[in-house]
């Protein structure tokens, strides 16, 4: 259907062809107008709309059911309907443009008409009309360039709260999108530390856009009140010079009016421009605030899932990574532990090659001690012992007699008898407290270490999924997997691995101990001879100084014995053979016997002496030597020894075969034919050991004694000279002297009972050596002081003789001295 609307009003508005100008000359023909008011009259009509063709059918027939073609009848209704309004609103538009435009042409040309027929200026007038054209195209000049600086101030104005308003929004917009962000990167938090430390960050964020969207909004209403202003100012002061003739201006009503609306226009203008930024500038506050607030609580309400998913995370983390630690705390002491021993074996190491010069045997004792303290326990921790020993403590004091530790002890416990004691018995210096017992091995440790994390593991996972919403995705799959029994299987490899590295250091350290065992052990078949080398050495030296001093008392004595000897013989004169001085020969006489049995009789006394402080010597020394071999071996009986611990498996025992040379066959060879080698052994089982329990035989103090020395004191009391006399005068025997001194028997070492192994043996060979050693260093002094004591007696028997031919001499008169 074609719709065509037209009618009288719409003829109406096409523009009348322009009137016929009369001709010229006429009288009535208006004046020309002036071009620019000719060119301001002339208005083009338009020229009326194209004939609208007769459209063409596309389709002849087109079948269209009753509803479709009401539903389509009815939307061309409304939609011609709303054509018509808007057509209708359109022509009254054109209607008032065509009669605005009419009424201006009429008038212009009434105008006209009046200036053609006023009558001619003269000069004047023309002068004062060109000044007034002059002054009006000034005045359109100055009102335009204002009218042009004021639309230029408003445009700068728009254009500058729009860039203050686009920067502050831009601003504003990346302040919330970091919300935006810390909310989409909450999944690449580490902790739940970091998640806190990212709330916080947000809020102060959020405070921080609240306080900047308020700052920023009253910044761009402060702006616009200042634009306002600014223009306000402007205006008034162009108003103020701006009046009429009747107000002594020079402007025209009309041009004032003209002028005036045109500012107020502009005016108005700007400030529906300001109005329309001040409504931007409410909203964009307005839409700040809620977008924050939104982006806010969308970033709390998912920081709630990620601080569960990290909770657990971290709980499972630090479970686990507190096993690793307590697994490497347990690793550090072991390895801490094989230090020790490998250091304390230097030590004795350095003791055995470079003999100390103080109390060498006492700082063997300690260091092989330490090394046995060391061992057991390392040994059990590790699982690699599998004899049953018991280590307790040990005394190393082996300088004081076991008389005199109970004497101490008793003496102690009287000072002290009603005072309880709090901590225990305190401990000698060189007692060594039992080591405390080791209760579970380093596998069981880590075994124990691995189930508890992982039912603390489990546990918590238990929590986690129990608590957890099922439609709420995680945020972490790829460390917290969707079943219980899908995180257990992931972390069962943590623990897996943690066993086999426990088994791995175990295997290591297990290796390293037995390496350690058997350098322990060879070295321990080298301390004995270094020790009671210089259990031998001191023995030795003190033998020699105290025999020295007792040596150097007596030889002062006997110095001046010979003195006095000296003296006799030089107070002896022939004329004390004549009968007046035989009193005078008497008393000389008589002092000489007295200083002759005082000198025997010192003789006497210091054979004695020296002869008891042999003795006394050896029986310290038989008894200080056997505690130091009955103290080292209980140490080497209760340290660990190759044969306690598993045995190897068959490629890891040849590789723990150490090849030795020449030199070292032939020192073992030489360790096992000593004496106690060749005793006869009589092996028992020892309980919990692999080794055999043997009883060496006893050493023979006897041979320490004075008389298997070759000291015999009657016979050297016998060959006194005075001693002689006495026999010679009762014609008998002679009895025993009544201040013979007794004879000290030597204290037994006592039977020696230990492992069978080579240490044992060579502790026990080099404690012979070192007996035997001493036995003919003792005969030697012994030997030495009875040749000392016969020589003297022998110079002694000489002098009688001589003495008794000077006297003979004197007597007969022969003499002559």
């Not at 307005?286 to 977008?291: C, Q, V, Y």
């Not at 005394?395 to 003496?411: F, G, I, Q, R």
């Not at 003792?778 to 002098?799: G, N, S």
Request: contains cysteine; negative net charge; hydrophobic residues 35%.
């Amino acid at each position: 259907t074609n719709f065509r609307i037209k009618g009288d009003l719409h003829d109406r508005l096409y523009l009348p062809p322009p009137p016929t100008p009369p001709p010229e000359g006429e009288e009535g023909a208006p004046a020309p107008a002036a071009p620019a008011e000719a060119a301001a009259a002339e208005e083009t009509p338009e020229e009326p709309p194209p004939a609208e063709e007769t459209p063409e059918a596309m389709f002849p027939d087109l079948p269209v059911s009753e509803d479709m073609l009401r539903v389509l009848l009815t939307a061309i209704q409304v939609r011609l309907l709303t054509e018509m309004e808007e057509h209708h609103s359109k022509v009254l538009l054109r209607a008032d443009q065509w009669c605005t435009a009419g009424t201006q042409e009429l008038t212009e040309e009434l105008e006209a008409c009046l200036r053609a027929h006023r009558p001619r200026a003269g000069h004047v007038e023309e002068d004062l009309q060109r000044a007034r054209e002059v002054e009006l195209l000034e005045q359109v000049r100055r009102a335009d360039n204002f009218l042009k600086g004021i639309t230029r101030s408003i445009i700068a104005q728009q254009e500058a709260q729009l860039k203050k308003r686009t920067e502050a929004e831009k601003e504003l917009k990346d302040l919330v999108n970091k919300i935006t962000t810390a909310e989409r990167n909450l999944n690449t938090e580490l902790s739940t530390k970091h998640l806190k430390i990212k709330q916080r960050q947000i809020e102060k964020l959020k405070a921080e856009i609240i306080d900047m969207v308020s700052t920023r909004c009253d910044f761009l209403r402060t702006q616009l009140k200042q634009d306002e202003e600014e223009v306000a100012t402007s205006h008034g002061k162009f108003d103020s010079n701006f009046k009429s003739f009747e107000d002594g201006g020079s402007y025209t009503p009309e041009a004032v009016e003209s002028i005036r609306e045109r500012l107020n226009k502009l005016v108005e203008e700007g400030g529906l421009a300001r109005a329309d930024v001040l409504k931007d500038v409410d909203e964009l506050q307005e839409k700040t605030l809620s977008s924050t607030e939104a982006n806010y609580t969308s970033f709390i309400a998912e920081l709630d899932p990620h601080n569960e998913d990290l909770s657990l995370i971290e709980a499972i983390d630090k479970t686990i990574s507190g096993a690793k630690s307590q697994m490497k705390l347990i690793f550090s002491e072991s390895t801490e532990t094989a230090n020790k021993i490998h250091l304390e074996l230097k030590q004795l190491q350095k003791l055995v090659r470079k003999s100390c010069k103080d109390k060498c045997c006492l700082q063997l004792l300690k260091s092989m001690h330490s090394l046995r303290m060391l061992l057991h326990p390392r040994c059990l921790y590790l699982g690699c012992l599998r004899a049953e020993m018991e280590v307790k403590a040990v005394d190393l004091d082996y300088e004081t007699s076991p008389e005199a530790k109970a004497e101490a002890k008793a003496a102690s416990k009287a000072q002290t008898p009603d005072v309880a004691p709090t901590g225990g018995e305190e401990s000698p210096p060189d007692v060594i407290e039992e080591a405390a017992p080791i209760k579970t091995s380093l596998l069981d440790a880590v075994q124990e270490l691995v189930t508890q994390a992982r039912q603390t593991v489990v546990s918590t996972a238990e929590a986690y999924y129990a608590a957890k919403d099922p439609k709420r995705e995680i945020t972490r799959p790829e460390s917290i997997p969707p079943t219980l029994q899908e995180i257990e299987a992931m972390h069962e490899k943590t623990f897996v691995s943690m066993l086999e590295q426990a088994d791995s250091h175990v295997q290591a350290a297990v290796k390293e101990v037995r390496a350690q065992v058997i350098v322990v052990a060879d070295w321990f078949a080298r301390a004995p001879t270094v020790a009671f080398s210089d259990v031998l050495k001191t023995h030795k030296e003190n033998v020699e100084l105290q025999c020295a001093m007792v040596d150097k008392k007596y030889a002062k004595s006997h110095a001046a014995f010979m003195a006095k000897q000296e003296e006799s013989k030089m107070g002896l004169k022939p004329s004390m053979g004549l009968a007046s001085h035989e009193a005078e020969l008497n008393a000389l006489c008589a002092t000489e016997m007295e200083r002759a049995h005082a000198s025997v009789d010192g003789m006497h006394e210091h054979a004695r002496t020296v002869m008891a402080l042999l003795g006394e010597l050896a029986e310290k020394f038989g008894g200080e030597l056997g505690q130091a071999v009955v103290t080292m071996l209980t140490v080497m009986d209760t340290t660990v020894l190759p044969e306690d611990l598993h045995p190897l498996e068959p490629d890891d025992a040849l590789k723990a075969l150490e090849r030795k040379n020449l030199r070292q066959l032939r020192r073992i060879l030489r360790a096992g034919h000593g004496p106690a080698m060749q005793a006869k052994p009589n092996p028992v089982e020892a309980k919990g050991r692999t080794y055999k329990l043997r009883a060496w035989q006893d050493l023979n103090m006897v041979q320490l004694s004075l008389d298997e020395a070759g000291w015999n004191e009657e016979a050297m009391v016998a060959s006194s000279p005075h001693r002689q006399d006495e026999v010679a005068d009762s014609g008998g025997e002679a009895a025993p002297p009544a201040a013979e001194a007794a004879e000290a028997s030597p204290r037994p070492i006592g039977q020696v009972k230990a492992l069978d192994t080579p240490c044992q043996q060579a502790c026990v060979n080099s404690r012979d050596r070192v007996f035997y050693a001493f036995r003919d260093f003792y005969y030697k002094c012994v030997a030495d002081h009875k040749q000392l004591i016969l020589a003297r007696l022998k110079d002694e028997t000489q002098w009688k003789a001589i003495w008794e031919d000077l006297l003979t001499n004197v007597k007969s008169g022969g003499l002559t001295v």
